[in-house]
């Protein structure tokens, strides 16, 4: 649980710049995935000049799905973790009132996620479990 939490818990923060290249790449190698899985072993294809063998379509189109996978997964997170942030520093104020009146990150989650509509079920439960790791790091 200790690395899980480590994980959440550091104060990774991507650069927008950085973000909007990912973006970038993400468009430009999806695109060659996708035409690579559509045109795997085409004699006409735009990879001959690269890779004059036929046989090698396979290997770019499933490493250019995988970095695919990979940078999606980067804005996944970046995406997840900054609504979260934005949505304590919404709520600064209130979150600094509840810790002045000795409440716990959990019932302050809790507080959050209730004004937001939110009372139980698996969604809830992660937000929670999220809000509360990012909590833990606001002062």
Do not use: C, W
């Not at 650069?15 to 790449?25: A, C, F």
């Not at 009372?119 to 999220?130: E, I, T, V």
């Amino acid at each position: 649980m200790s690395a899980y939490k480590d994980l959440f818990t550091t104060k990774l923060k991507v650069p927008k710049p950085l973000i909007n290249i990912v973006y970038v790449l993400l468009i430009a190698i999806g695109l060659v995935a996708m035409y690579s899985i559509l045109n795997a072993g085409n004699p006409d294809s735009l990879l001959r000049p690269i890779f004059p063998n036929a046989a090698q379509d396979i290997y770019v189109a499933i490493g250019s799905s995988l970095v695919v996978f990979v940078l999606g997964f980067i804005v996944f997170f970046n995406r997840d973790s900054e609504g979260f942030r934005n949505l304590i520093e919404m709520n600064a104020e209130r979150v600094r009132d509840f810790r002045q009146k000795g409440k716990s990150d959990e019932e302050i989650a809790d507080s959050i996620l209730a004004a937001m509509g939110s009372h139980r079920g698996y969604k809830h439960n992660m937000a929670k479990k999220k809000l509360i790791l990012y909590l833990s790091q606001f002062q």
